[in-house]
């Protein structure tokens, strides 16, 4: 399928660090917002688990989610912290037809 995709991109950060956290995700976002491609990108924490953070991103289709992670500045500001991300699958393309309608 080609279409959008969201990326949800879950790390565990202690409460102490996740000040310090903020503004590593905000300045690899703002790398990733200037990519071909980029919709949006937010970041929430768990309710039930206040270390449990998510970084979810929007991109127009895979290609451009993948290409966002080449650029040189992309490699310096964002690649470090999503290195530090729960290891699991984080690319979900949106489910064909009207499953919710």
């Known amino acids: 399928m080609v279409g959008p995709v969201f990326v949800v991109i879950r790390f565990r950060v202690a409460e102490s660090s ?3 956290f903020a503004e590593r995700v905000k300045a690899a976002v703002d790398v990733l917002s200037q990519q071909k491609g ?3 990108a937010r970041v929430g924490r768990n309710v039930d688990d206040p270390e449990l ?3 979810d991103l929007e991109f127009v289709n895979v290609g451009s989610y993948r290409r966002a992670l080449s650029p040189y500045d992309v490699k310096v500001a964002a690649v470090p912290l999503l290195s530090e991300a729960i290891n699991e699958p984080t690319a ?4 064909p ?5």
């Open 18 to 20: 996740q000040a310090e």
């Open 38 to 40: 980029f919709v949006s």
């Open 53 to 55: 953070l998510a970084l």
């Open 92 to 95: 979900y393309e949106d489910w």
């Open 97 to 101: 037809g009207d499953l919710l309608t």
